[in-house]
């Protein structure tokens, strides 16, 4: 039998596989052609109204003809839709009319770059290199006046739209947010927005993860490294793919990174709108890591990096050497797994900083958006995907700076149980005091008897490594008098017969131990302790 | 097979962990080996006997180990007491050297092992990062191997270590699978759904991989050998994509076509390595044939308690033996058997006598080999797990209940009878089972016949669909690439299938050749299993344990799942009490009948495509064609049949959709002429001739079934003709005038797995071995051994010839003679 014969009688492809419908696409790859490619690096015929040139590495791109930098424009609508109306898509505003994103003309536009003439050509690169003079010049000097750039990218605008072409109206009338923008490595497309320095998400200012100081942020990792980490410099990673697993063929299909110059936050998301094409912005999301002290993560660690790190491998990019990775999700499921059964991103969020989204797009629909982007060019809600995106950046930095700032002092108003999570962090990165100050405040938050209970254990615990055997017997009868447990019991025998040299009160508290100890070892302690007060009564009938 | 390397190669001395040789051997009882047989002969034993040939020892052929062997090496042979290479050892480690991809196809026990071991051995000598791969059919398997592994490294001072990466491997054990170890133990079911798909986080160990072992072969065939075909072109791209090239060594147990079947499954020309250099000591050869007990039906004394008789003979006379059982059932009976028997015995208390088969851990396995060697145990009663090579050393007779199903695997069982250059005995106890009567009508063949072939289909086209989606899953598919020895139209067709049903998506890449990437958000792997075709498996859930206790493709489903069925599994049997189809599941509960069930089907086949034709050259011409049939089946009830009587004690109604299938059939016509003047001759009805036509084709599926080394049920067959209501349409004919009876042979695996062609290729030798097969049987008018009884059709008064002569007479009518 042929194949072809069998084939058409074999109903389907079986697991994920679609029934093929009768429109397939026709051109497949209508969308976003890499039409640039012959044109020297500058994407001239690419004539969209949105696009910016600039090396793409930098702070400074503009999008959409417009600068949403800090002061550089008046509307509020900085934030990736949120708390705005629902309709603002994340990647700025893009003044009607103009044409962004993917749809280029398609077959009948004139989107080469052979029909471009030589003088355009020559002004687009010089305007291209006077917008990265300007660009580096805001890089090495305090902080790029925002009308710099966004001047140089009107006029850039400006410039280019002059030819641009009817933009095609996809099926659902929506829009790709961002635009391309060329790189060394090629081009990329990004979206890109800066939050103001009093930017808030839910209550907490994305600027608190810069108060945050290095050594409680080591304790809150249990990592070491983070002791003399700059954290101005973090980068926050998250990224939205096509699949759950990190095996070869799933895609991280938006990259999304966030880091701080001086006080605002930068988004930058990388979009892949060409399957195959990723290598430019994993190139390009090396370079951010090489020039990172560290990396932020929410589930990275067995998720983002796994998955980035066979992109790398499959497309035959150099991985960057990793910098320290600060994964927010094992932090939050330290201190808080006690109190809340899931500590998701969105539960942080809403914990944390008191931000519930809106019309989120849910993690079960993303690859499904995607996809249909993919196969029919179709944006149709990958904008809500890039919201989605931005808004988990965004969280990871509020959620750093949160967790960093409960961290740092007892909050009275805080849940005891959060009070005991963080002491028992505190114990475990070996910072007695915090330890010593969070577990008292659990054990006097009102909590329920075993919070209080297990914050006075940890409390004597921490009180017996510091030799305080003051403190140690005070948090010790404190807790007897919450619960006569059998492990007070047995913790108190321990200080009655090692630090108090008391076998009387000793023996007492051993002999209601169990079952806190193994029944042999109890034996044991007992025997030892009756031997004790034999030579304790000898020493003392003397006297 | 020799997992351990009983025979690691031409040795003096002790062996070490490495061999098996018994440190003490058994007390050689009062008569020995030679004495059983004196005594079986005097006591009329041999009357039974079917078949006693005595095959010639054989003496080793022998190589010096090459000088340039590292010294490492050298003396982890000398440390095992190998001071000479067996022919085909020294050839081998010759093929590794020039990167040559060959299979080892040499008895049992034969230092199949050392053949890959030692080019391996030598590579990682001379590269520090150098890196295999060894597959093994079971997880059993590659878990045994580790050790003799792990021991032959260290043996030999080389720091990479072995280990076996399975689904039971823990996480750390894991990365240092991944990142260090130099030999990599696995199944093909670990690498297609746990390595290939997450290959980047393997690309140290894929770019360094010199070696890959595909041992025990013999074991891929159809489904099973169709998949890893597809695995392995799988792991060719992988390889190349992380710039490496392996060499692949494939080791078989002896089947016909060793270097075919290797070809087939690596898609690239292979060496075959088939003359053992190893030495034989003279074997000599019985088919024990149980006299008939039951004239009438054809039922022959139990030959499990045939078995342990003999096995009893031999275990009293201090001959170590060891005992194949077909099925766990069959070794549990024959054990208690055995022990019943030999108890009093001196040193023959339950103790010396073990069974052995799949699902030991492989703690309680060493155990049972080292009492083996040691003696304490005398007796072995297994299932053919030994036949995968477990290293329990060499016994001194092997007795088989029951025929293998193959005479290679019968070869394989009487190779593990045989100490070096000693004499051993292989004992066929043979059933009342068609094949095994076959067998024993017949028992030349056993010496004289080819062994089997092995058949895979890497192309068949649901398999091929299943792991071209892996394939892209693991790596995007560029114009021009190949997969494997697929034709690249094939692969360029099947694309865009892939792509017709949103699967792949193509781009056009850098340098305007189109690319196809993956383009949904499934993990194909999961979804495809390797012993099975298709993707919709049923579960079976034990509604007391609420576990789920096994999986059966949705075909299986509708013969075996059916409300009311009894569904046996691992020696329980359990009832269905609901099926659930929307959501694939079965639920089960334990019960003890003293019943069975089989399901009653009906089949209809239509010919879709003719692809060959011809005629047979016979008196009355008779026209066999090849094609692309449909087979629709439809479970229309079952019958419960009695355990040991067989009787049929009820029947029940099943509700099912019916089944649709596309596949490979082989046909042969009766012409309608010839059917109504035979009738005429005979004084016999119509009816009576189509009803002998259904007993030719019950002793040809049989006859197929054996030549093509597959289990029967791998083998559909039906009969068509025009005055069943029910009637498809027969080849080439139109509908209206009606079509001549057709007996169907096809493939039951959706889209064909390459029997059919086979058979077509093969049909007179078919049809005159069936005629050979029929007129051969002692019966008197048909029995369940040859053409089925003579109860099937009821139709009184039609009958004045029986139906077993009716088919000879019809076979000589169109001029098929006896042959011999």
């Given at each position: 039998?042929?194949?072809g014969?069998?084939?058409?009688?074999?109903?389907?492809?079986?697991?994920?596989s679609?029934a093929?419908?009768a429109?397939?696409p026709?051109?497949?790859?209508?969308?976003?052609?890499?039409?640039?490619?012959?044109?020297?690096?500058?994407?001239?015929?690419?004539?969209?109204?949105?696009d910016?040139?600039g090396?793409?590495?930098?702070?400074?791109?503009?999008?959409?003809?417009?600068?949403?930098?800090?002061?550089?424009?008046?509307?509020?609508?900085?934030?990736p839709?949120?708390?705005?109306?629902?309709?603002?898509?994340?990647?700025?505003?893009?003044?009607?009319g103009?044409?962004?994103?993917?749809?280029?003309?398609?077959?009948?536009?004139?989107?080469?770059?052979?029909?471009?003439?030589?003088?355009?050509r020559?002004?687009?690169?010089?305007?291209?290199?006077?917008l990265?003079?300007?660009v580096?010049?805001?890089?090495?000097?305090?902080?790029?006046?925002?009308?710099?750039?966004?001047?140089?990218?009107?006029?850039?605008?400006?410039a280019l739209?002059?030819?641009?072409?009817?933009?095609?109206?996809?099926?659902?009338?929506?829009?790709?947010?961002?635009?391309?923008?060329?790189?060394?490595?090629?081009p990329?497309?990004?979206?890109?927005h800066?939050?103001?320095?009093?930017?808030?998400?839910?209550?907490?200012?994305?600027?608190?993860?810069?108060?945050a100081?290095?050594?409680?942020?080591?304790?809150?990792?249990?990592?070491?490294?983070?002791?003399?980490?700059?954290?101005?410099?973090?980068?926050?990673?998250?990224t939205?793919?096509?699949g759950?697993?990190?095996?070869?063929?799933t895609?991280?299909?938006?990259?999304?990174?966030?880091?701080?110059?001086?006080?605002?936050?930068?988004?930058?998301?990388?979009?892949?709108?060409?399957?195959g094409?990723?290598?430019?912005?994993?190139?390009?999301?090396?370079?951010?890591?090489?020039?990172?002290?560290c990396?932020?993560?929410?589930?990275?660690?067995?998720?983002?990096?796994?998955?980035?790190r066979?992109?790398?491998v499959?497309?035959?990019?150099?991985?960057?050497?990793?910098?320290?990775?600060?994964?927010?999700?094992?932090?939050?499921r330290?201190?808080?797994?006690?109190?809340?059964?899931s500590?998701?991103?969105?539960?942080?969020?809403?914990?944390l900083?008191?931000?519930?989204?809106?019309?989120?797009?849910?993690?079960?629909?993303?690859?499904?958006?995607?996809?249909?982007?993919?196969?029919?060019?179709?944006?149709?809600r990958?904008?809500?995907?890039?919201?989605?995106?931005?808004?988990?950046?965004?969280?990871?930095?509020?959620?750093?700076?949160?967790?960093?700032?409960?961290?740092r002092?007892?909050?009275?108003?805080?849940?005891?149980?959060?009070?005991?999570?963080?002491?028992?962090?505190?114990?475990?990165?070996?910072?007695?005091?915090?330890?010593?100050?969070?577990?008292?405040?659990?054990?006097?938050?009102?909590?329920?008897?075993?919070?209080t209970?297990?914050?006075?254990?940890?409390?004597?615990r921490?009180?017996?490594?510091s030799?305080?055997v003051?403190?140690?017997?005070?948090a010790?009868?404190?807790?007897?008098?919450t619960?006569?447990?059998?492990?007070?019991?047995?913790?108190?025998?321990?200080?009655?017969e090692?630090?108090?040299k008391?076998?009387?009160?000793?023996?007492?508290?051993?002999?209601?131990?169990?079952?806190?100890?193994?029944?042999?070892?109890r034996?044991?302690?007992?025997?030892?302790?009756?031997?004790?007060?034999a030579r304790?009564?000898?020493?003392?009938?003397?006297? | 097979?020799?997992?351990?390397?009983?025979?690691?190669?031409?040795?003096?001395?002790?062996?070490?962990?490495?061999?098996?040789?018994?440190?003490k051997?058994?007390?050689?009882?009062?008569?020995g080996?030679?004495?059983?047989?004196?005594?079986?002969?005097?006591?009329?034993v041999f009357?039974?006997v079917?078949?006693?040939h005595?095959?010639?020892p054989?003496?080793?052929?022998?190589?010096?180990?090459p000088?340039?062997?590292?010294?490492?090496?050298r003396?982890?042979?000398?440390?095992?007491?190998?001071?000479?290479?067996?022919?085909?050892q020294?050839?081998?480690l010759?093929?590794?050297?020039?990167?040559?991809?060959?299979?080892?196809?040499?008895?049992?026990?034969?230092?199949k092992?050392?053949?890959?071991?030692?080019?391996?051995?030598?590579?990682l000598?001379?590269?520090?990062?150098?890196?295999a791969?060894?597959?093994?059919?079971?997880?059993?398997?590659?878990?045994?191997?580790?050790?003799?592994?792990?021991?032959?490294?260290?043996?030999?001072?080389?720091?990479h270590?072995?280990?076996t990466?399975?689904?039971?491997?823990?996480?750390?054990?894991?990365?240092?699978?991944?990142?260090?170890?130099?030999?990599l133990?696995?199944?093909?079911d670990?690498?297609?759904?746990?390595?290939?798909?997450?290959?980047?986080g393997?690309?140290?160990?894929?770019?360094?991989?010199?070696?890959?072992?595909?041992?025990?072969?013999?074991?891929?065939?159809?489904?099973?050998?169709?998949?890893?075909a597809?695995?392995v072109?799988?792991l060719?791209r992988?390889?190349?994509?992380?710039?490496?090239?392996?060499?692949?060594?494939?080791?078989?147990?002896?089947?016909?076509?060793p270097?075919?079947?290797a070809?087939?499954?690596?898609?690239e020309?292979?060496?075959?390595?088939?003359?053992?250099?190893?030495p034989?000591g003279?074997?000599?050869?019985?088919?024990?044939?149980?006299p008939?007990?039951?004239?009438?039906?054809g039922?022959?004394?139990?030959?499990?308690?045939t078995?342990?008789?003999?096995?009893?003979?031999?275990?009293?006379?201090g001959?170590?033996?060891?005992?194949?059982?077909?099925?766990?059932?069959?070794?549990?009976?024959?054990?208690?058997?055995?022990?019943?028997?030999?108890?009093?015995?001196?040193?023959l208390?339950d103790?010396?006598?073990?069974?052995?088969r799949?699902?030991?851990?492989?703690?309680?396995?060493?155990?049972?080999?080292?009492s083996?060697?040691?003696?304490?145990?005398?007796?072995?009663?297994?299932?053919?797990?030994?036949?995968?090579g477990i290293?329990?050393?060499?016994?001194?007779?092997?007795?088989?209940a029951?025929?293998?199903?193959?005479?290679a695997?019968?070869?394989?069982?009487?190779?593990?009878?045989g100490?070096?250059?000693?004499?051993?005995?292989?004992?066929?106890?043979?059933?009342?089972?068609?094949?095994?009567?076959?067998?024993?009508?017949?028992?030349?063949?056993?010496?004289?016949?080819?062994?089997?072939?092995?058949?895979?289909?890497?192309?068949?086209?649901?398999?091929?669909?299943?792991?071209?989606?892996?394939?892209?899953?693991?790596?995007?598919?560029?114009?021009?690439?190949?997969?494997?020895?697929?034709?690249?139209?094939?692969?360029?067709?099947?694309?865009?299938?892939?792509t017709?049903?949103g699967?792949?998506?193509p781009?056009?890449?850098?340098?305007?050749?189109?690319?196809?990437?993956w383009?949904?958000?499934?993990?194909?792997?999961?979804?495809?299993?390797?012993?099975?075709?298709?993707?919709?498996?049923f579960?079976?859930?034990?509604?007391?344990?609420?576990?789920?206790?096994a999986?059966?493709?949705w075909?299986?489903?509708?013969?075996?799942?059916?409300e009311?069925?009894i569904y046996q599994?691992?020696?329980?049997?359990?009832?269905?009490?609901?099926?659930?189809?929307e959501?694939?599941?079965?639920?089960?509960?334990?019960?003890?009948?003293?019943?069975?069930?089989?399901?009653?089907?009906?089949?209809?086949?239509?010919?879709?495509?003719?692809?060959?034709?011809?005629?047979?050259?016979?008196?009355?011409?008779?026209?066999?064609?090849?094609?692309e049939?449909?087979v629709?089946?439809?479970?229309?009830?079952?019958?419960k049949?009695k355990?040991?009587?067989?009787?049929?004690?009820?029947?029940?109604?099943?509700?099912?959709?019916?089944?649709?299938?596309?596949?490979t059939?082989?046909?042969?016509?009766?012409?309608?002429?010839?059917?109504?003047?035979?009738?005429?001759?005979?004084?016999?009805?119509r009816?009576?001739?189509?009803?002998?036509?259904?007993?030719l084709?019950?002793?040809?599926?049989?006859?197929?079934?054996?030549?093509?080394?597959v289990?029967?049920?791998?083998?559909?067959?039906?009969?068509?003709?025009?005055?069943?209501?029910?009637?498809?349409?027969g080849?080439?004919?139109?509908?209206?005038?009606?079509?001549?009876?057709?007996?169907f042979?096809?493939?039951?695996?959706?889209?064909?797995?390459?029997?059919?062609?086979?058979?077509?290729?093969?049909?007179?030798?078919?049809?005159?071995?069936?005629?050979?097969?029929?007129?051969?049987?002692d019966?008197?008018?048909?029995c369940?051994?040859?053409i089925?009884p003579?109860?099937?059709?009821?139709?009184?008064?039609?009958?004045?010839?029986?139906?077993?002569?009716?088919?000879?007479?019809l076979l000589?009518?169109?001029?098929?003679?006896?042959?011999?």
């Amino acid at each position: 039998m042929k194949l072809g014969r069998k084939l058409a009688r074999l109903g389907s492809a079986g697991p994920g596989s679609r029934a093929p419908s009768a429109a397939q696409p026709a051109e497949p790859e209508a969308c976003l052609r890499d039409d640039d490619a012959s044109s020297a690096g500058a994407p001239g015929g690419d004539a969209r109204g949105g696009d910016v040139l600039g090396d793409g590495m930098l702070g400074g791109d503009v999008l959409g003809g417009r600068a949403p930098r800090p002061g550089g424009h008046s509307s509020g609508g900085d934030v990736p839709g949120g708390h705005s109306s629902g309709g603002d898509v994340p990647g700025g505003d893009v003044p009607e009319g103009a044409p962004r994103g993917c749809h280029d003309g398609g077959a009948g536009a004139p989107s080469g770059a052979p029909g471009i003439d030589p003088a355009r050509r020559a002004r687009i690169r010089r305007l291209q290199r006077s917008l990265d003079a300007l660009v580096s010049k805001g890089r090495s000097e305090m902080r790029a006046r925002p009308s710099g750039p966004a001047d140089a990218g009107d006029a850039l605008a400006a410039a280019l739209r002059s030819s641009a072409p009817t933009p095609r109206i996809p099926p659902s009338g929506r829009s790709l947010p961002g635009a391309r923008v060329s790189t060394p490595y090629g081009p990329v497309h990004q979206v890109e927005h800066w939050l103001e320095p009093h930017h808030a998400h839910g209550v907490v200012p994305v600027t608190s993860a810069l108060e945050a100081e290095s050594p409680l942020v080591a304790s809150l990792a249990l990592d070491p490294a983070f002791r003399e980490i700059d954290l101005s410099r973090a980068l926050f990673i998250d990224t939205e793919t096509t699949g759950l697993s990190t095996a070869a063929g799933t895609l991280a299909f938006l990259v999304g990174v966030a880091f701080f110059e001086d006080e605002s936050l930068c988004v930058q998301q990388y979009l892949l709108t060409e399957l195959g094409r990723e290598a430019p912005m994993l190139q390009l999301l090396a370079e951010r890591i090489r020039a990172a002290s560290c990396v932020v993560s929410y589930n990275g660690k067995s998720f983002d990096w796994p998955l980035l790190r066979a992109r790398y491998v499959m497309n035959r990019v150099a991985a960057p050497p990793l910098p320290p990775h600060l994964d927010l999700l094992h932090c939050a499921r330290r201190v808080f797994k006690k109190r809340l059964d899931s500590v998701r991103l969105v539960d942080m969020e809403r914990e944390l900083l008191g931000f519930v989204r809106e019309h989120d797009v849910s993690g079960a629909e993303i690859p499904g958006i995607y996809l249909h982007f993919v196969r029919s060019g179709d944006p149709g809600r990958l904008d809500g995907v890039v919201e989605h995106n931005g808004h988990d950046l965004i969280a990871l930095a509020a959620i750093l700076g949160e967790l960093a700032k409960r961290f740092r002092d007892v909050r009275r108003e805080d849940d005891p149980l959060d009070h005991l999570g963080y002491a028992k962090v505190a114990e475990r990165a070996g910072d007695a005091e915090r330890a010593a100050r969070f577990a008292s405040a659990a054990a006097a938050g009102g909590g329920d008897e075993e919070c209080t209970l297990e914050a006075l254990l940890l409390a004597a615990r921490v009180a017996r490594r510091s030799k305080d055997v003051e403190a140690e017997e005070r948090a010790l009868l404190t807790a007897l008098g919450t619960r006569a447990a059998p492990r007070v019991h047995l913790e108190l025998a321990k200080l009655y017969e090692h630090r108090r040299k008391d076998p009387v009160r000793a023996l007492s508290h051993a002999m209601t131990t169990c079952p806190a100890e193994a029944l042999e070892e109890r034996e044991r302690r007992l025997k030892r302790l009756a031997g004790r007060l034999a030579r304790h009564n000898v020493r003392k009938r003397p006297r | 097979m020799s997992a351990g390397g009983s025979t690691g190669g031409s040795r003096r001395g002790p062996r070490g962990a490495f061999g098996g040789a018994r440190r003490k051997p058994w007390a050689s009882g009062a008569r020995g080996l030679q004495g059983v047989l004196a005594e079986w002969e005097r006591s009329g034993v041999f009357r039974n006997v079917a078949l006693d040939h005595t095959a010639p020892p054989r003496p080793a052929k022998t190589a010096p180990i090459p000088e340039a062997l590292p010294e490492g090496v050298r003396q982890a042979l000398t440390a095992k007491g190998v001071e000479e290479l067996y022919a085909h050892q020294a050839r081998a480690l010759e093929l590794g050297r020039a990167g040559r991809s060959f299979v080892v196809a040499t008895p049992t026990a034969s230092g199949k092992s050392l053949c890959y071991n030692l080019p391996i051995l030598e590579t990682l000598a001379a590269e520090p990062d150098a890196r295999a791969l060894y597959l093994f059919p079971t997880k059993a398997l590659a878990r045994d191997q580790e050790e003799a592994l792990k021991a032959l490294l260290r043996e030999a001072g080389l720091p990479h270590g072995a280990i076996t990466f399975d689904g039971d491997t823990p996480g750390d054990a894991r990365r240092v699978a991944k990142e260090r170890s130099g030999v990599l133990l696995s199944n093909p079911d670990m690498l297609h759904a746990g390595i290939l798909p997450h290959h980047t986080g393997w690309a140290r160990f894929f770019a360094n991989l010199r070696y890959v072992v595909l041992d025990e072969l013999h074991t891929y065939r159809g489904v099973f050998g169709s998949h890893l075909a597809n695995v392995v072109r799988r792991l060719k791209r992988i390889a190349a994509f992380h710039g490496a090239s392996p060499t692949f060594v494939g080791a078989s147990a002896t089947i016909g076509n060793p270097g075919e079947h290797a070809e087939r499954i690596l898609g690239e020309p292979v060496e075959v390595l088939a003359e053992s250099g190893a030495p034989t000591g003279p074997r000599r050869v019985l088919v024990y044939n149980p006299p008939v007990v039951n004239e009438d039906l054809g039922i022959r004394a139990s030959y499990l308690k045939t078995a342990v008789r003999l096995t009893a003979d031999l275990v009293k006379a201090g001959v170590p033996t060891l005992v194949f059982g077909q099925s766990r059932n069959g070794v549990e009976v024959m054990l208690k058997y055995l022990r019943d028997r030999l108890r009093g015995e001196p040193g023959l208390g339950d103790e010396a006598i073990h069974a052995y088969r799949g699902g030991y851990l492989p703690k309680q396995r060493r155990a049972i080999e080292a009492s083996l060697r040691s003696g304490d145990i005398r007796c072995v009663v297994a299932t053919n797990a030994l036949e995968l090579g477990i290293d329990i050393g060499s016994l001194d007779a092997v007795v088989c209940a029951g025929y293998p199903g193959t005479l290679a695997g019968t070869w394989q069982r009487f190779g593990r009878a045989g100490r070096r250059e000693s004499p051993s005995l292989g004992v066929l106890v043979t059933s009342s089972a068609p094949l095994d009567q076959y067998v024993a009508r017949e028992p030349g063949r056993l010496v004289d016949a080819p062994v089997e072939e092995a058949r895979i289909d890497p192309d068949n086209v649901e398999i091929l669909v299943q792991h071209l989606k892996c394939a892209a899953f693991e790596l995007p598919f560029e114009e021009g690439d190949r997969f494997g020895d697929l034709p690249v139209e094939s692969l360029e067709e099947a694309l865009g299938f892939l792509t017709h049903h949103g699967v792949v998506h193509p781009t056009a890449g850098a340098d305007g050749r189109q690319v196809w990437h993956w383009a949904t958000d499934a993990y194909p792997a999961n979804g495809v299993s390797l012993r099975s075709v298709g993707w919709d498996n049923f579960v079976i859930i034990d509604l007391d344990t609420d576990q789920t206790i096994a999986e059966m493709d949705w075909r299986s489903t509708h013969t075996m799942l059916h409300e009311q069925a009894i569904y046996q599994h691992a020696a329980e049997q359990y009832q269905v009490e609901r099926l659930d189809y929307e959501n694939h599941k079965a639920y089960v509960r334990r019960v003890k009948p003293d019943y069975y069930t089989t399901a009653m089907t009906h089949t209809k086949v239509t010919v879709l495509e003719e692809d060959q034709g011809a005629v047979l050259p016979l008196q009355k011409p008779l026209a066999v064609g090849l094609g692309e049939v449909t087979v629709v089946s439809k479970v229309v009830g079952y019958k419960k049949i009695k355990f040991h009587t067989h009787e049929n004690v009820g029947y029940g109604d099943v509700h099912l959709p019916e089944m649709q299938m596309h596949t490979t059939a082989f046909w042969l016509t009766f012409p309608e002429a010839l059917i109504q003047s035979f009738a005429l001759r005979e004084g016999v009805q119509r009816a009576a001739v189509v009803d002998a036509l259904r007993g030719l084709l019950d002793a040809m599926h049989v006859l197929a079934a054996m030549g093509l080394m597959v289990d029967p049920r791998d083998l559909g067959k039906t009969l068509e003709d025009q005055q069943d209501p029910a009637a498809g349409r027969g080849p080439g004919a139109e509908a209206a005038r009606g079509f001549d009876a057709t007996l169907f042979l096809y493939d039951r695996v959706p889209g064909g797995i390459g029997l059919a062609p086979r058979i077509f290729d093969e049909r007179e030798a078919l049809l005159r071995r069936t005629r050979a097969s029929i007129q051969g049987c002692d019966c008197g008018s048909g029995c369940p051994a040859c053409i089925g009884p003579d109860v099937g059709v009821d139709m009184e008064g039609m009958r004045s010839v029986p139906r077993k002569a009716l088919v000879l007479r019809l076979l000589d009518a169109v001029g098929l003679p006896q042959v011999h």
